[in-house]
T-cell receptor, first 112, second 114 residues
Framework: AQSVAQPEDQVNVAEGNPLTVKCTYS??????LFWYVQYPNRGLQFLLK??????LVKGSYGFEAEFNKSQTSFHLKKPSALVSDSALYFC??????????FGAGTRLTVKP | KAGVTQTPRYLIKTRGQQVTLSCSPI?????VSWYQQTPGQGLQFLFE???????NKGNFPGRFSGRQFSNSRSEMNVSTLELGDSALYLC?????????????FGNGTRLTVT
């Protein structure tokens, strides 16, 4: 079965520092991978996706993600974190039924 | 273009009651999915509709049901409410029935069962 795992419940970084939110996946066939962000009392917002092609995918709000097939990872990154980036981040994969399966989420806190 | 609209935003019900949640997808989107979000279980897939047909269903009891209308609007119903049904229910729509189509979420309906 297709699945994603987010090994960290919480990530803390200082404003201006680079951030990484980790995600590993397990799929059969070609992976369709996504990152979403959720702000308090809101639904999830799509950030970026990997379908095929370049391993470095650029998305909204300065975020990017690096697809690594050998390590089955799809880590979310940003060169310089902002306090406003503090939110809950979800990695997701489309499964064989075309349903979106989400990781448990990682809470990112950026401190001034 | 208007986003995904979910109504109501908040609901308080008592055990044993039933509830209906509504979702209006982005115009032109034909696929609508429902998710339950709780602190302990994360995001759990409930079901997905495409062109008025339920394509897939998650691992939830039969008390959870849904439907989609010809205009792609969707409703979700939960009967005989239990305390454990307290959660944020999220609806999401997507443009096409394709694996690279991202989901667009509404802000959810917060259901509290007392």
């Amino acid at each position: 079965a297709q699945s994603v795992a987010q090994p960290e419940d919480q990530v803390n970084v200082a404003e201006g520092n680079p951030l990484t939110v980790k995600c590993t996946y397990s799929v059969s066939g070609n992976p369709y991978l996504f990152w979403y962000v959720q702000y308090p009392n809101r639904g999830l917002q799509f950030l970026l996706k990997y379908i095929t092609g370049d391993n470095l995918v650029k998305g909204s709000y300065g975020f990017e993600a690096e697809f690594n097939k050998s390590q089955t990872s799809f880590h979310l990154k940003k060169p310089s974190a902002l306090v406003s980036d503090s939110a809950l981040y979800f990695c997701a994969v489309r499964d064989n039924n075309n349903d979106m399966r989400f990781g448990a989420g990682t809470r990112l806190t950026v401190k001034p | 273009k208007a986003g995904v609209t979910q109504t109501p935003r908040y609901l308080i019900k008592t055990r044993g009651q039933q509830v209906t949640l509504s979702c209006s997808p982005i115009s032109g989107h034909r696929s609508v999915s429902w998710y339950q979000q709780t602190p302990g279980q994360g995001l759990q897939f409930l079901f997905e509709y495409f062109s008025e047909t339920q394509r897939n269903k998650g691992n939830f009891p039969g008390r959870f049901s849904g439907r989609q209308f010809s205009n792609s609007r969707s409703e979700m119903n939960v009967s005989t409410l239990e305390l454990g049904d307290s959660a944020l229910y999220l609806c999401a729509s997507s443009l096409a029935d394709l694996p690279d189509s991202p989901l667009h979420f509404g802000n959810g309906t917060r259901l509290t069962v007392t």
